[in-house]
């Protein structure tokens, strides 16, 4: 089993509709989640972080972690085609080791 | 600019040949973090420094490479006798680690290996 998970996709949506993206991780230890955004042939950049259970919102995104069941989603509203790229969840661990986890990354693509 | 920067953006090299690469953090930042990324994979851990002390190494960080952060700014990676399997983007992050338990990382542009 993968620490962190995530479906590769592709994840094709139509222009304003709401794209979802799933993450499931192992350690039931682990503490802080984020959501990055990595465009083709660049760096992940940060879009949300999530420490604790519940909803958190953040103009058009919202990431929504349930630690119970070892899940973190993101929900994209009104999806742009600026952002199609690929979303990696992460995972950072409660263990003495400060590494992140990171999932292979969904690729969203948003159709106009 | 302000962010994260990573110097070469991309080299070539011949199998066997060392390269060395270097990540500047963002000034604040007392953490800094080495990745290496393959296509169609996510980030993976290598090492990382707390000021200058490492604190970490992945089992995927082979005798072949050795991280420095001398003086707690600047980092360099050296890989030696490289390989082709070595070909992959590597990755600088920095973050401001204090007291909390939280450490959000923020990335570099990254430098793209090749090794022929």
């Known amino acids: 089993q993968k620490e962190v998970e995530q479906n590769s996709g592709p994840l094709s949506v139509p222009e304003g509709a709401i794209a979802s993206l799933n993450c499931t991780y192992s350690?039931?230890?682990?503490?802080?989640f984020f959501w990055y955004r990595q465009y083709s042939g660049k760096s992940p950049e940060l879009i949300m972080s999530?420490?604790?259970?519940g909803d958190k919102e953040d103009g058009r995104f919202t990431a929504q972690l349930n630690k119970a069941s070892q899940y973190v989603s993101l929900l994209i509203r009104d999806s742009q085609p600026s952002d199609s790229a690929t979303y990696l969840c992460?995972?950072?661990?409660?263990?003495?080791?400060?590494?992140?986890?990171f999932g292979a990354g969904t690729r969203l693509t948003v159709k106009p | 600019d302000t962010g994260v920067s990573q110097d070469p953006r991309h080299k070539i090299t011949k199998r066997g040949q060392n390269v060395t690469f270097r990540c500047d953090p963002i000034?604040?930042?007392?953490?800094l973090y080495w990745y290496r990324q393959t296509l169609g994979q996510g980030p993976e851990f290598l090492t990382y420094?707390?000021?200058?002390?490492?604190?970490?190494k992945s089992r995927l960080l082979s005798d072949r490479f050795s991280a420095e952060r001398p003086k707690g700014s600047f980092s360099t990676l050296e890989i030696q006798r490289t390989e082709q399997g070595d070909s992959a983007m590597y990755l600088c992050?920095?973050?401001?680690?204090?007291?909390?338990?939280?450490?959000?990382?923020?990335f570099g542009p990254g430098t793209r290996l090749t090794v022929l």
């Open positions: 992050a920095s973050s401001s680690y204090l007291w909390a338990t939280t450490d959000t990382q923020y």
């Open positions: 350690d039931r230890g682990s503490q802080s």
């Open positions: 000034s604040e930042h007392n953490r």
């Open positions: 992460a995972v950072n661990r409660a263990s003495v080791m400060r590494d992140m986890r």
């Open positions: 420094f707390q000021n200058e002390a490492q604190l970490e």
């Open positions: 999530i420490y604790s259970n």
